[in-house]
């Protein structure tokens, strides 16, 4: 099941560094994977997404990446900075289901 | 850029109260979601409709009911608020399946005191 706020995974990394996050899914007829942002008290942002028929795709400073033989996927972001730190969620669907599944958030925490 | 937008950030309303949460988003989107996250549990789906006058129930409804009567507007309705329903209410919506990335509105923090 998915978890946010105080349960969360934390990753800490410092001003400047590269950070990943990394996704485990579930359904392999998943075809449609996105990453959210969120804010302390705010609303989940859009990040990025890939569809199945991709193994990488870019956007700025932002890398996702699919391995679908392991189903995982993973978020990477270059030179991360304070404004970084939030909660970012995955989430997948496939066309028979109509809705997102979001996974286990992880908390991202930026260190000068 | 989608908008959508959630009508209040803070709520505060009282035990048995009858509490409205509006959500209008400006693209002609046909599919709306509302969810709730709370601590611990992450983001559960309490209703969704795919277009106008339709509905479905999500994961969590008891408590909770909606309405679409336009396709712009979803809003959710604590018929009877409980203390159990305080809670961030975040609201969604696509265009469509076809595009299945949702677009979040800033969310609702209710406090039922």
């Known amino acids: 099941g998915e978890s946010v706020g105080l349960h969360l995974p934390t990753l800490s990394v410092q001003e400047g560094d590269n950070s990943i996050i990394n996704c485990a899914y579930s359904n392999s007829a998943s075809d449609y994977f996105i990453w959210y942002k969120q804010e302390s008290g705010k609303g989940p942002q859009f990040i990025i997404d890939i569809r199945s028929n991709m193994d990488k795709r870019q956007g700025q400073r932002v890398t996702v990446l699919l391995n679908k033989t392991v189903k995982h996927l993973s978020l990477q972001i270059a030179a991360t900075q304070p404004g970084d730190s939030a909660v970012y969620f995955c989430a997948e669907s496939h066309h028979n289901t109509d809705k997102l599944i979001f996974g286990t958030g992880t908390r991202l925490q930026v260190f000068p | 850029d989608v908008k959508v937008t959630q009508s209040s950030r803070y709520l505060v309303k009282r035990t048995g109260e009858k509490v409205f949460l509006e959500c209008v988003q400006d693209m002609d989107h046909e599919n709306m979601f509302w969810y709730r996250q709370d601590p611990g549990l992450g983001l559960r789906l309490i209703y969704f409709?795919?277009?106008?006058?339709?509905?479905e129930k999500g994961d969590i409804p008891e408590g909770y009911s909606v309405s679409r009567e336009k396709k712009e507007r979803f809003s959710l309705i604590l018929e009877s608020a409980s203390t159990n329903q305080t809670s961030m209410y975040l609201c969604?919506?696509?265009?469509?399946?076809?595009?299945?990335?949702?677009?979040f509105g800033s969310g609702t923090r209710l406090t039922v005191v």
């Open positions: 409709s795919y277009d106008v006058k339709m509905k």
């Open positions: 969604a919506s696509r265009p469509g399946p076809e595009r299945p990335g949702y677009t």
